[in-house]
C-alpha cells in the first residue's frame, strides 16, 4: 500500500486531508477492520446493491467515495448497514445480486475484506518474484474511464505496470470500476483484438 500510494494523485487528493489518497478505504481496514465489515454482514443484499453501480463522468477529477471512509468513521458514513438503493440494472441482474448475497449470507465479509490487510505479505511475495516481477509475455490492460478508485487513464497508477510489462497493450473503455458487467461488449471488443494481434493464427 505504501508504494501505491506514492502513486496518488496529489492534484486531487491533497496530502494534508487525504494522507493515502483513494485508498483511504484501505487504512481504514487496517486500523478498524471490524467496523469495516460490520454493516457489510448486517445487510449483504443491500451491500451488493449499493457497490454495483455503472460509471459516471461526473466522477472526472473528483476525489472518490472511497477516499471518504476513513473521515466518515466507515463506509456509509459509519452507518449501521448499508442504505437501500434500486439495483442498477446496467450493472447487476437480480438473479446475479441473490446468487453474490446468498454466498455473502453464508461466508460473510471476513475473507473478502481480509484482502486489505495483506499489503506486507503481498509486498514480500512480489519481491521474491523472478525477474523482478517483469512480465515478457503478452499482456492486456483495460482501464475504466470512470473508476475514480482504481484511476489509470491520467494518475500515475499504470507506471510500475508499463516499466514491468515489455509488450503490454492498452485500452480504455468509457465505463466505471464493473467494467466487464457493465460494458461487455467492448470489453470482449478488445480483449478479441488483442488476442488476435497477439496469435494471428486463430485467424486463419
Known sequence: ???TI???DRSIYPEAE???GQWEYMRFYEEHFADATRPMDANPDAMIKAIFRKGSPEVVGQPASTAMVRKAGGWFGGQSEAPSMPRDNDVISAEEV???ATA???NGF???NSWYMNHVTNAAYFGELANGGGLDLPACFIAARY???CEAVTSRMPEPMRALCSNLTETTIDSGHWMAQERPF???RDLARWLFAQLPDLLD
Request: proline share 8%; aromatic share 16%.
Open 1 to 3: 500500500l505504501d508504494y
Open 98 to 100: 441473490e446468487i453474490y
Open 18 to 20: 487525504f494522507p493515502t
Open 6 to 8: 506514492s502513486l496518488v
Open 110 to 112: 471476513f475473507g473478502p
Open 147 to 149: 473508476d475514480s478508485t
Open 186 to 188: 467492448e470489453v470482449n
Open 104 to 106: 455473502l449470507r453464508r
